[in-house]
């Protein structure tokens, strides 16, 4: 099982099918300070959504096709961050990435970013990250900035939220940018 331990003490691990009761969970305690941001929230409904979720990125990893993790933090799934989809062939992938409200402003996200840029650069031998945040997200675009992503534009009505749409920052890193 991949494992990456963080900084901060806080560690990146795959799901594993017992995850799905636990991930549940934290996403339902979590669906106000989610939902602004995440389209995937209200269809997240039962245990069963999130082990679906789960067995989805393990495939993901079978198809060699991005890399989800979750962030454990004191033993506790804490959030996740990973790569959405890896185009091999422009050598380019998506970041995405969530935090429990109670775990947020103690840099785990930044830490958790950077090790993931570190692996697609490193490992990968990736060329492009790029990331979307919505302009009103301020926490997120933080991340995005703090760890080095530049901010390339606006795109307007993006992301469809229920019945609004929201417009979404793209931040992108390249591999020769300085980190």
């Known amino acids: 099982m991949l494992r990456l331990d963080l900084p901060s003490g806080a560690c990146l691990r795959l799901l594993e099918e017992d995850d799905a009761d636990e991930l549940y969970a934290l996403i339902d305690r979590n669906r106000a300070h989610l939902a602004p941001w995440m389209p995937w929230v209200p269809v997240t409904r039962s245990r069963d959504d999130s082990l679906a979720f789960i067995r989805t990125t393990r495939r993901q990893i079978g198809e060699n096709d991005g890399l989800q993790t979750t962030i454990v933090v004191d033993g506790a799934l804490a959030g996740m961050v990973g790569f959405h989809h ?21 840099g785990t996200m930044t830490e958790a970013v950077r090790a993931l840029v570190d692996h697609a650069f490193g490992t990968w031998r990736l060329h492009r990250i790029e990331l979307g945040a919505a302009t009103g997200n301020a926490r997120s675009r933080a991340v995005a900035e703090r760890v080095g992503f530049r901010e390339e534009g606006v795109r307007r009505d993006s992301e469809r939220h229920g019945d609004d749409w929201l417009d979404m920052v793209v931040y992108a890193m390249l591999a020769t940018d300085p980190r």
Do not use: I, K, M, P
């Open 86 to 106: 890896v185009d091999w062939g422009n050598r380019a992938t998506t970041l995405g990435y969530w935090l429990a409200a109670d775990r947020q402003g103690r």
